[in-house]
């Protein structure tokens, strides 16, 4: 669209710069969304093997300060993304746009937390997200957020980095779809486990932080967590599932507190399933915000 000709008629030119200033405010918006869905997480207590309000989990390099810090260091990463995806379709130029956006939000990250890698696989799955989210305007369903997330997923990136990660190790080692399968069919474990466990919970009575329990304990329980994997093999991941499972069934959530501690001394960190708690807190929260159409 030719903007700025329609900005020499002055009722167009009213109309374009609504939108362009739409545009900006929802970025904003759901940019913020993102920031809050991940400071949310790692306040949510207890968590067995993460970092919240009462411990630093099995983690020597983390704080709860530092967790903060870095979400609030990836705002603008996830409002830029958010601009660059608003009203557009899927496909490769978007794709390596937000990858670009996305690593120079890492490299954000690691000055505000002096190195530390704190939220790198939450920037892969929230600006998914954020940008799915942004190519709706805020119409779209979360399963339609989850579909064309998966899509924009499965373009490839012609100018990712070739380094071998931890993450792409232990994926080749144990055969397991990791944070990029997991991304391109369409976030499953949050669509299938947690965002129901969530308002399963919630349906029950629940307070909200065991609803939000609820649905982190859905996750270890299923998910193939490359963090876990690459900390303690399949013998760590074996135990968590089972452990998450059987509090779940349980259903006495102050068993958490003691699966912590035993996580800790295991030194297992669920932090795929912390990435994923905190695309479904997001995911909640664009569920309940009900956009006003332009006409």
Partial sequence: ????????????????????????????????????????????????????????????????????????????????????????????????????????????????TGGVNTHKGAIWALGLLVSATSMGKGMYTLEKILEIAGVIARYSDRYCPGSLSNGRKVIAKYNVSGARGEAQLGFPHVSHYSFPALRKARGKGMSEEEARLSALLSLIAHLDDTCILHRGGLEALSFAKEEAASILTDGNFDLITALDQEFIKRNISPGGSADLLAATLFLDKIRSYKPVSRE
């Fill in 1 to 112: 669209m030719d903007y700025m000709n329609l900005l020499q008629n002055s009722e167009a030119g009213e109309w374009v710069i609504g939108m362009i200033q739409e545009k900006h405010m929802y970025s904003r918006f759901i940019a913020n969304i993102a920031c809050r869905s991940l400071i949310e997480e790692v306040e949510l207590t207890p968590k067995p093997g993460l970092v919240d309000s009462e411990n630093t989990g099995a983690h020597q390099d983390l704080t709860l300060q530092l967790m903060r810090k870095s979400a609030e260091s990836l705002e603008e990463t996830f409002e830029e993304i958010a601009v660059v995806s608003y009203g557009h379709h899927p496909s490769q130029k978007i794709r390596e746009e937000i990858a670009a956006i996305g690593r120079v939000g890492e490299q954000r990250m690691f000055e505000a």
